[in-house]
């Protein structure tokens, strides 16, 4: 499975950004997937999962409230909506799957990472 995430760019402290990340092999309708960050000098920590059909969804405590993850299965992509942006919120974010309907929120939970896409929020 390949993952491609994209939309990531520079906002404004308060604004949004949409993420999106389109997936290529496998069979995407049977992956968990999930979004990962890491930011500078920082370990890699969960943000948001999401089940093989949608109908379950996980966020890290930090933005719960101000993320939003779905999935489009006819479409192979997911998303990650988040909103009132902070400046701690400044990290690579990683699209991720898992080979399983549900999967833990730690990185070895997940099979499958993309190369990542930067997000910047500045205060």
């Known amino acids: 499975v390949q993952l491609q995430a994209s939309g990531g760019g520079l906002v404004q402290a308060g604004g949004s950004l949409r993420l999106s990340c389109a997936a290529s092999g496998g069979t995407f309708s049977t992956y968990a997937l999930g979004w990962f960050r890491q930011a500078e000098g920082k370990e890699r920590e969960f943000v948001a999962r999401i089940s093989d059909s949608g109908s379950f969804t996980s966020y890290g405590d930090y933005v719960k409230g101000r993320f939003s993850i779905s999935r489009d299965n006819a479409k192979n992509t997911v998303w990650l909506q988040m909103n009132s942006l902070k400046a701690e919120d400044t990290a690579i974010y990683y699209c991720?799957?898992?080979?399983?309907?549900?999967?833990?929120?730690?990185?070895?939970?997940?099979?499958?990472w993309g190369q990542g896409t930067q997000v910047t929020v500045s205060s």
């Open positions: 991720v799957a898992a080979r399983h309907a549900w999967a833990p929120a730690v990185p070895d939970g997940f099979d499958y």
